[in-house]
């Protein structure tokens, strides 16, 4: 089945070009990304903290199957209501590196919205661990789950 | 006049790799990061906030001649005192763009240290605006500054 999330990988950059339309408004699309209950939910996460603003952060965890937890992290360096975050990602002691995201929010019709993110990584090889890890299909399941939950979520 | 500060562009790479080592102990390179009053005498900017903690933020301001404020700006995502500060940059109002950095501080004598910043653009525009506006030069006679001012704040 081909993923409705794009994942573009240009050769030679340290960066990757993740870009997604969601049958969802732009405001329940945003929403998916900044209200804890919802994030929870489709990405199936504790959110710990997640200051929705301007050098704000954030901290999810996860818990594995064997019952082992996996923090994610980062700093928000800015935050522009249904239009734009710009933060840092980690994924605590794994040997990953801080990654720098820009995530823009754009309206398509009144019932479907995109998303793009343009990831940076410190190096090529970073890129490549993160593809090699499967990255770009997981990405598209969750943003899968992401579209079915959130609709839940319309007021 | 040979410059300390080496700017690294390597070609086709969106980021650069500043090293400079300066006539310093650790101690006193790490509080001329961190410490508001060294930071303006040797930056010339007025330190607004400066949070020196993961998950914390800076934001510094400049007068020009003309009276003119300039606002610099970010969020930090991670803080390990006389090691490693890891921060987003912006110039803010500018059209540049958000910045990652890696700031590494290392001990080479007793009263010798190193500064590695590895710096990530979101484009190789980016890279190129920032060279072409003199940001090698300023930075090295900026670490002069840094020098001849910390040793002063020497406990």
């Known amino acids: 089945m081909e993923l409705k999330t794009k994942v573009h990988a240009e050769e030679g950059k340290q960066e990757l070009i993740v870009t997604r339309e969601f049958d969802l408004p732009l ?3 945003f929403r998916a990304y900044t209200e804890p209950e919802i994030v929870e ?3 199936g996460t504790k959110v710990l903290k997640l200051e929705n603003k301007k050098h ?3 901290q999810f965890e996860t818990t594995d199957p064997m019952g082992n ?3 994610f992290s980062g700093a928000i360096h800015d935050f522009v209501p249904e239009a734009r975050i710009v933060r840092t990602f980690e ?3 794994t040997g990953f590196g801080v990654q720098l995201e820009f995530l823009e929010f754009e309206k398509l019709t009144e019932d479907t919205s995109k998303l793009r993110m343009h990831i940076l990584y410190k190096t090529l090889e970073e ?3 993160y593809l090699k890890i499967g990255m770009a299909r997981g990405m598209g399941q969750a943003h899968n ?3 079915k939950v959130a609709i839940k979520f319309k007021k």
């Open 69 to 71: 937890k996996h923090g």
């Open 27 to 29: 405001e329940l699309l």
């Open 41 to 43: 939910e489709w990405m």
């Open 91 to 93: 994924m605590e002691n």
């Open 56 to 58: 704000g952060s954030w």
């Open 145 to 147: 789950r992401l579209e």
């Open 127 to 129: 890129r490549a661990q």
